[in-house]
């Protein structure tokens, strides 16, 4: 009785996994038919409509024990945008707890202030690092407050509106950044505008380009067609700029998230404020050093969306601002698409104990056919939505478009790979674990580094924890087709010989980066 109880509450929770599969794939067709969709950038005729308000920019780059070189090129691209001089503030904020390196900095920006100086450059450090980047943007956004206030650009009769831009380590600024935002805030209803990314490593190494498609099209044709539709978009946390006003409505950054700038947008947006997604303009940047870098990111990514869910699910159903298709399309972001991977690593792990449920039921020839439904569904959901087209790459010529089939199926394997540390990460969020949060290691230049090293040591435990649990699901792996053919679900077996080759790969690979850090 015991073992059909068992047995019967792992079917229930491989149904629910299911059936969030199958929920999914519906949106994932129309977010793929609506690809091409793209914001219309707002047009002002200045002679007859002249702007009423001039803007001020402040330009916060945050910085923590970065690459030295780095920091230096972000500040260079910084400090030459095309913009008056009079009517911007850059903050250069470091939170690095190495002095060698933070005097380098300091130096530099000082450096620069003096062959620039009439630009209002200055460098900040913090002496603890409370809340993280959340906290070390809003020590720069008190003191910026302060000193615009003394001089009148807020809070006078003659204030400004102030935009800040905020840009991590590895970003290039293109020079005409500014006058390209500004024009959406013309539009009173825009608090926050996200612009689109390219990365200059993405040629580093195969695995580089494989993620490289993999964040082309989670940003070009899921975040960008959202926000093209009118429904709800998130703000990145860097390449992007937010309306001062709206920021300081909700007192700065919150700290209580993996993820401050995704709780921002959903936050501002329950209370009617837009978040533009313009991948018009675009800014250079670097993808993670490595696999395990990208690992660790990607898991806190999902972590911090647990975190944004639990704290703002119920105000973004609630709102009196969002139509029904927003708050469809909003509980969709958080209980359909991030919950992805672990509807697919559950159900994978519990695909032996429902075989033997279904038995005990008398219907066994009914799981294949769930199986070949899940595996349709993905194929005309999911895989496509991942597809690169010369277009998309830039090159044309069928030797191009056999590499984009390539990079295509490269970006799915190590996309399901990374299924079992993405679950980990869901996990820890829906459970409201706190742990500890390590920077995400960039370097400047195309050097292939997929193995490099360079993580804490809490960083390297953690990397050690998931790897315990992508080898349980690498076993499992392996051993259900076997099971599944010896009760004659051959064609299901088929279908799990492709995660059988996939995990695996995966665990052995995350053992030899272990070994070598």
């Not at 964040?215 to 309306?243: E, M, Y």
């Amino acid at each position: 009785m015991l073992t059909k109880l068992a047995l019967g509450c792992c079917f229930i929770i491989f149904f629910i996994c299911v059936l969030g599969i199958v929920l999914e794939a519906p949106f994932r067709i129309y977010l793929y038919l609506q690809r091409n969709r793209r914001v219309e950038r707002p047009h002002h005729d200045e002679a007859a409509q002249p702007r009423k308000k001039p803007y001020f920019h402040l330009i916060q780059l945050p910085v923590f024990n970065e690459d030295f070189s780095l920091v230096a090129q972000l500040l260079q691209s910084a400090v030459t945008l095309e913009y008056p001089k009079d009517r911007m503030m850059v903050q250069l904020l470091d939170d690095s707890d190495d002095p060698l390196l933070s005097k380098k900095i300091k130096t530099l920006v000082e450096d620069l202030s003096m062959a620039a100086p009439d630009l209002q450059l200055c460098y900040l450090h913090r002496t603890e690092r409370k809340d993280f980047k959340a906290g070390n943007l809003n020590h720069g956004l008190i003191t910026a407050q302060s000193v615009l206030e003394k001089k009148g650009i807020v809070g006078s009769a003659r204030s400004h509106e102030v935009l800040i831009s905020i840009f991590d380590a590895d970003f290039v600024v293109p020079t005409d950044y500014l006058d390209k935002v500004e024009q959406w805030f013309s539009e009173t209803g825009v608090g926050v505008v996200q612009t689109g990314i390219d990365f200059y490593n993405r040629h580093a190494s195969h695995y580089h380009q494989a993620i490289a498609v993999f964040q082309d099209n989670l940003h070009k044709r899921d975040f960008s067609v959202r926000s093209a539709c009118g429904h709800l978009s998130t703000f990145r946390g860097s390449a992007g700029t937010i309306r001062m006003q709206m920021l300081a409505a909700y007192g700065f950054w919150a700290g209580d998230t993996q993820i401050e700038d995704v709780d921002l947008s959903f936050c501002a947006q329950a209370d009617g404020w837009r978040v533009v997604y313009d991948s018009s303009i675009c800014c250079s940047s670097s993808l993670p050093s490595g696999a395990n870098e990208y690992k660790l990111q990607q898991r806190s990514w999902v972590k911090g969306l647990m975190e944004v869910m639990k704290k703002n699910l119920h105000p973004l159903i609630t709102s009196k601002h969002l139509g029904m298709s927003q708050k469809l399309f909003g509980v969709e972001f958080f209980a359909l698409f991030a919950l992805q991977p672990l509807f697919m690593v559950i159900s994978h792990l519990l695909i032996i104990p429902t075989c033997l449920f279904w038995h005990i039921l008398g219907q066994p020839f009914s799981l294949d056919v769930t199986a070949l439904l899940i595996f349709g569904l993905l194929w005309v959901s999911h895989i496509p939505f991942l597809s690169v087209s010369a277009r998309d790459i830039g090159v044309e010529g069928s030797e191009r478009a056999l590499d984009g089939i390539t990079q295509m199926i490269r970006s799915f394997f190590i996309m399901v790979g990374l299924f079992s540390a993405l679950t980990f990460g869901l996990i820890e969020g829906l459970a409201g674990r706190r742990v500890h949060r390590d920077r995400t290691i960039k370097r400047n230049g195309e050097k292939d580094d997929t193995a490099y090293p360079e993580v804490s040591t809490k960083g390297s435990q953690l990397l050690k924890t998931i790897w315990y649990f992508e080898l349980l699901v690498a076993g499992n792996s392996l051993v259900t087709p076997f099971f599944l053919l010896s009760l004659d679900h051959t064609s299901t077996a088929l279908i799990y010989l492709i995660p059988a080759v996939i995990y695996p790969v995966q665990a052995f690979w995350s053992y030899s980066l272990l070994r070598k850090g």
